[in-house]
């Protein structure tokens, strides 16, 4: 055994260990941005604990990422299994009653409500208008400015596609209605609501969402 051979590919092993970032390279995306939606709406949760608590098998993840419908059922697993009093719908953007028109009026009701989350599922060749990128990509929505008709979209990988960025929501809707070709269905989003309202205003208290942000990309810094 040539042991200098050796010590030099496991010295290129492990520069390649550093170069790599855990969440993307493993498709994690849908489940980092699960954990976070859990954390902006106040109760802190982990990827790790996704994986457990749902009882996840890693290969479905690994291989070939998960589906909107099976990130949904990964949501509803942990919302049960830990009894958050949260409500949970999935959009899939191929329903008919699923336009443009309708996406714009969820949005604007969405980043004026502190109650709820909403996880979006796109192509990011579309939402970025990059033909080299990979495809289907998690993230949550943060903003929409009514004027420019632009949203603003908190990224679960912000190395890769930086903390916050823009793009308009004519472009973005398409980038939901694009068709994922592991389920033949329509991308789209899943919306995590509080059954109670929460009373933050005027009490000083830190609204989880600033709480998941300032967790989420200090993680990824």
Same mark, same amino acid.
Not at 89 to 95: N, S, Y
Not at 130 to 140: D, R, T, W
Not at 201 to 219: Q, Y
């Given at each position: ?18 170069? /790599? ?14 954990? @976070? ?13 996704? %994986? ?29 299994? =830990? ?11 191929? =329903? ?6 309708? %996406? ?23 939402? /970025? ?29 912000? =190395? *890769? @596609?930086? *903390? %916050? ?57």
């Amino acid at each position: 055994m040539d042991l200098d051979n050796l010590t030099q590919i496991s010295r290129r092993d492990l520069d390649m260990i550093q170069l /790599h970032q855990f969440q993307q390279p493993i498709y994690c995306c849908n489940v980092t941005a699960i954990a @976070y939606a859990f954390t902006a709406l106040g109760y802190l949760t982990t990827v790790d604990e996704i %994986f457990y608590v749902a009882q996840l098998p890693i290969a479905s993840v690994l291989d070939d990422g998960m589906t909107l419908a099976e990130t949904y059922d990964t949501c509803l697993t942990y919302i049960k299994r =830990k009894q958050l009093p949260l409500s949970i719908r999935v959009e899939h953007f191929d =329903k008919p009653s699923m336009t443009l028109e309708a %996406f714009i009026r969820e949005v604007e009701a969405a980043v004026g409500d502190e109650n709820d989350v909403h996880i979006l599922n796109f192509n990011t060749r579309i939402a /970025h208008e990059n033909p080299s990128l990979e495809g289907g990509h998690f993230s949550l929505l943060a903003d929409y400015n009514p004027d420019t008709q632009e949203i603003t979209i908190a990224d679960t990988n912000p =190395k *890769r @596609y930086t *903390r %916050f960025w823009k793009c308009p929501i004519q472009r973005l809707y398409a980038a939901c209605v694009d068709k994922d070709s592991s389920s033949n269905r329509s991308r789209g989003m899943i919306v995590l609501r509080r059954l109670e309202a929460a009373n933050l205003a005027g009490e000083g208290v830190v609204h989880p969402a600033d709480i998941a942000l300032n967790e989420l990309h200090s993680n990824n810094e």
